[in-house]
């Protein structure tokens, strides 16, 4: 093994590194999260700064008009 392999595992290994594991897997990944497991957005498809980018904008404006959208219904069955 080489030092810096070696440095890895004791960080890894030491309480600290312990504690940022456990902390890394509580935490949501919030809007990010629900996109990737529950929209099945993966991947980017389009290629280019400014594709990417607006790719991402339309992304975000159709998570925000479900959100919306469901919000509405849901008031609407209270009512």
């Keep these: 093994m080489t030092s810096i392999y070696q440095e890895v595992l004791?960080?890894?290994?030491?309480?600290?590194?312990?504690?940022?594991?456990?902390?890394r897997s509580i935490q949501a990944e919030g809007t990010f999260g629900v996109m990737k497991y529950d929209r099945w957005y993966k991947r980017l498809v389009?290629?280019?700064q400014?594709?990417?980018?607006?790719?991402?904008?339309?992304?975000?404006?159709?998570?925000n008009l479900h959100k919306f959208y469901t919000k509405q219904i849901r008031l609407q069955k209270a009512t």
């Design 50 to 63: 400014i594709k990417v980018e607006l790719e991402i904008y339309l992304v975000s404006i159709g998570f």
């Design 10 to 23: 004791n960080n890894l290994e030491s309480m600290h590194g312990a504690l940022l594991r456990m902390n």
């Design 46 to 48: 389009r290629r280019g």
